[in-house]
Nanobody, 124 residues
Framework: QVQLVESGGGLVQAGGSLRLSCAAS????????MGWFRQASGKEREFVAA????????YYADAVKGRFTISRDNAQNTVLLQMDSLKLEDTAVYYC?????????????????WGQGTQVTVSS
């Protein structure tokens, strides 16, 4: 089992920045590919960003490309999501997820472990 705990969410004005953190515990973190997803009220959970186990490759949803940056520190068992130039439409609960499965890292079904989520609210 891998336990994932997100932090760093909050209320921010449009154009501002937030940094989300996901702390992993339990099994060894380094073999896991990690992703961030978000779910706005009344909508399905959607892919935001992912990073492979080595950190060498990252992937982003078109909606956040150029504004968000995913990174990881395997020594600290942590995945970060730096969110800049936030927009109203970025408001959602953000979830951290992990998997050892190969596959499309933008797909919810690929991930075995999920955090409880952290709320991000962007105001005008």
């Amino acid at each position: 089992q891998v336990q994932l705990v997100e932090s760093g969410g909050g209320l921010v004005q449009a154009g501002g920045s937030l940094r989300l953190s996901c702390a992993a515990s339990g099994r060894t973190f380094s073999p896991y590919h990690m992703g961030w997803f978000r779910q706005a009220s009344g909508k399905e959970r959607e892919f935001v960003a992912a990073i492979i186990s080595t950190g060498r490759n990252t992937y982003y949803a078109d909606a956040v490309k150029g504004r968000f940056t995913i990174s990881r520190d395997n020594a600290q068992n942590t995945v970060l999501l730096q969110m800049d130039s936030l927009k109203l439409e970025d408001t959602a609960v953000y979830y951290c997820a992990g998997t050892r499965q190969p596959g499309l890292l933008s797909a919810v079904r690929v991930y075995d472990y999920w955090g409880q989520g952290t709320q991000v609210t962007v105001s005008s």
